[in-house]
């Protein structure tokens, strides 16, 4: 049965705690590091075109943007106001704004993860099955993809509308998202169906990224050996590039792991028996800090670092060879005095 807190909140018309200094500075870093990312982009390009895995990445952080619009700023009115989702859905007995921000998180959680999924496929096509890569998958693959994910990830959050799950408001009185306590069968599907989903992905793109790392280590082997570089076979479009492959593949890695944090609570939380009411907001403000998280990866990672870092794992590789062979010299050349 749902707890009798988890009840009060869902119908309480004021904010029961808390202050809008956090969601503020949430809102704040959301919006500058979403910006400054897009702006990055842009820069990268110059006169280029976009290559497929830009036009993902680009897809993602303008994701975040939005869904950073869409939630926290009604979440800083509602403490302002003191007043919760549903007190400022004022005699609306749809409980619009709360429907709203029940959508906003749910849709944007799917949509996020989506992208990320795709991002980690394009990859994976990419250094695994580079023939195919170069003749079927194009930039018109990446925009076909994300229309499809935001046509299939609307249809499913829009179904809590015509009764298949709900939308419910949850403690202080600032978050509304699925229902996760209820015994009703169609809510108790429609969240586990949303937890498994979330899951699916999520291992999805962890066996995507750990097939491209055995690859790039595979390829860092043959160059290592041949000491040239590896290139794509006769007639590709592109030379492959390691250094390039290996930031593509840091810069995903770190967003997935930023993904994995921020929803696993949730996915376990929802799929758990016993609900908890301090966990409801855990899981959706930490659900809720990806979007804020996602451009500041993608800024630190830009080029300049993860370059930076690969160049100085090569010095160190060369100079730890170097000194090794100085070392056996000088020790033959003593052993001979």
Same mark, same amino acid.
């Given at each position: 049965?749902?707890?009798l807190?988890?009840?009060?909140?869902?119908?309480?018309?004021t904010?029961?705690?808390?202050?809008?200094?956090?969601?503020?500075?949430?809102?704040?870093?959301g919006?500058?590091?979403?910006?400054v990312?897009?702006?990055?982009?842009?820069?990268?390009?110059k006169?280029?075109?976009a290559?497929?895995?830009?036009?993902?990445?680009t897809?993602l952080?303008?994701?975040?943007?939005?869904?950073?619009?869409?939630v926290?700023?009604l979440?800083?009115?509602?403490?302002s106001?003191?007043?919760?989702?549903?007190?400022?859905?004022?005699?609306?007995?749809?409980?619009?704004?709360?429907?709203?921000?029940?959508?906003?998180?749910?849709f944007?959680?799917?949509?996020?993860l989506?992208?990320?999924?795709?991002?980690?496929?394009?990859r994976?096509?990419?250094?695994?099955?580079?023939?195919?890569?170069?003749?079927?998958?194009?930039?018109?693959?990446?925009?076909?993809?994300?229309?499809?994910i935001?046509l299939?990830?609307?249809?499913?959050?829009?179904?809590?509308?015509?009764?298949?799950?709900?939308?419910?408001?949850?403690?202080?009185?600032?978050w509304?998202?699925? =229902?996760?306590n209820?015994?009703? %069968?169609?809510?108790?599907?429609?969240?586990?169906?949303?937890?498994?989903?979330?899951?699916?992905?999520?291992?999805?793109t962890?066996?995507c990224?750990?097939?491209v790392?055995?690859?790039?280590?595979?390829?860092?082997?043959?160059?290592?050996?041949n000491?040239?570089?590896?290139?794509r076979?006769?007639?590709?479009?592109?030379? %492959?590039?390691?250094?390039?492959?290996?930031?593509?593949l840091?810069?995903?890695?770190?967003?997935?792991?930023?993904?994995?944090?921020?929803?696993l609570?949730?996915?376990?939380?929802?799929?758990? =028996?016993?609900?908890?009411?301090?966990? =409801?907001?855990?899981a959706?403000?930490?659900?809720?800090?990806?979007?804020?998280?996602?451009?500041?990866?993608?800024?630190?990672?830009?080029?300049p670092?993860?370059?930076?870092?690969?160049?100085?794992?090569?010095?160190?590789?060369l100079?730890?060879?170097?000194?090794?062979?100085?070392?056996?010299?000088?020790?033959?050349?003593?052993?001979k005095?």
């Open positions: 049965m749902p707890n807190s988890m009840e009060k909140c869902r119908n309480v018309s904010v029961l705690s808390g202050t809008p200094t956090t969601s503020a500075i949430m809102f704040s870093a919006v500058l590091g979403n910006v990312a897009l702006v990055l982009l842009k820069i990268r390009r006169n280029q075109s290559s497929l895995f830009q036009v993902l990445v897809a952080i303008i994701t975040d943007l939005v869904g950073t619009f869409s926290s700023p979440v800083i009115t509602a403490y106001r003191n007043q919760s989702m549903i007190g400022l859905s004022g005699n609306d007995s749809n409980n619009t704004i709360c429907s709203h921000f029940g959508f906003a998180m749910t944007f959680s799917l949509v996020t989506a992208l990320l999924l795709s991002m980690a496929l394009e994976w096509f990419s250094i695994g099955l580079p023939y195919f890569y170069e003749r079927h998958i194009n930039t018109r693959c990446g925009y076909v993809a994300i229309i499809l935001y299939v990830c609307t249809l499913f959050c829009v179904t809590p509308f015509f009764g298949f799950g709900r939308y419910v408001q949850y403690c202080p009185g600032t509304c998202f699925i =229902d996760m209820s015994d009703e %069968l169609g809510h108790k599907v429609y969240k586990n169906i949303y937890a498994s989903c979330l899951l699916a992905m999520i291992v999805c962890v066996l990224n750990a097939s790392i055995y690859h790039l280590l595979l390829m860092y082997r043959r160059r290592k050996a000491r040239s570089s590896f290139r076979p006769k007639g590709s479009k592109r030379s %492959l590039s390691l250094t390039k492959e290996v930031e593509h840091v810069l995903l890695g770190f967003m997935t792991i930023a993904f994995l944090i921020c929803s609570p949730l996915v376990f939380y929802l799929r758990a =028996d016993t609900k908890y009411p301090a966990m =409801d907001l855990t959706l403000l930490l659900l809720s800090m990806n979007p804020i998280i996602d451009p500041w990866v993608f800024i630190i990672l830009s080029p670092v993860p370059r930076l870092l690969w160049g100085m794992i090569v010095i160190t590789t100079n730890s060879s170097t000194s090794e062979r100085l070392n056996s010299v000088n020790m033959s050349i003593y052993s005095k």
